[in-house]
């Protein structure tokens, strides 16, 4: 079983909106934080979003206000509502169980976002 497959990413304008998706293996999701990763080209991974099991989330600066984490204990789903899209936030995006510093599964392939000016 994969662990984690990613999925809801395209082509969208500034100003627009995606929602992203990432369903998780039930073992993964139900032990452990989740949180999006995005890594832009030429650029080192960096997490964004992070949601704790008992719904705590919190943010990276460059998205706080935009992003929304959720996540859905009955499916072991993990959302990103992505709002006001900037061309900045064009990166392939992913999602990883979190301790601390540490992710915990092997990467998924991630979901692309492009986002156009």
């Known amino acids: 079983q994969v662990p984690l497959v990613e999925s809801g990413g395209g082509l969208v304008q500034a100003g627009g909106s995606l929602r992203l998706s990432c369903a998780a293996s039930?073992?993964?999701?139900?032990?452990?934080?989740m949180g999006w990763y995005r890594q832009a080209p030429g650029k080192r991974r960096e997490l964004v979003a992070k949601?704790?099991?008992?719904?705590?989330?919190n943010y990276a600066d460059s998205v706080k206000g935009r992003f929304t984490i959720s996540r859905d204990a009955a499916k072991n789903t993990v959302f990103l509502q992505m709002n006001s899209l900037k061309p900045e936030d064009t990166a392939v995006y992913y999602c990883?169980?979190?301790?601390?510093?540490?992710?915990?599964?092997?990467w998924g392939k991630g979901t692309l976002v492009t986002v156009s000016s």
């Open positions: 949601i704790t099991t008992g719904g705590d989330a």
């Open positions: 990883n169980a979190v301790r601390g510093t540490m992710t915990m599964a092997s």
């Open positions: 039930r073992s993964i999701f139900s032990a452990n934080a």
